[in-house]
């Protein structure tokens, strides 16, 4: 066993990367709706990510391949919260269509309510 300290901050890395990147697929699977599941399908699995690839900038160090980890790393952070913001603004407005957000409910009663009966 090598008792390289590089090799072992690097290990500390990948080992924090894939416990957030556990976190977040338990989260996916704990949270119920699509409005819930988007927190832990973009942040912690992109942080995640990102240490794992941090880990292995560590193990990799004085090779050329450190420019592709930080290019992947890059697009990961880039990326991830511009999906997340489109599938929640889809899923938000699906809810509201079906009727499944609640707090806007009674503000479609009261103009329901209006156009059926004109003299309320």
Known sequence: MNDDPREIISALFVLAGALMTLASAVGLLRFRDTLSRMH???KPQVLGLVLILFGAMIRVFPNVDIGMLILAAIVAVCTAPVIAN???NVAYRESVEDGTITHEAP?????????INPGR
């Not at 503000?107 to 156009?115: A, G, Q, T, Y």
């Open 40 to 42: 832990p399908a973009a």
């Open 107 to 115: 503000v479609l009663e009261k103009f329901h309510d209006r156009d």
């Open 86 to 88: 489109r599938v929640g």
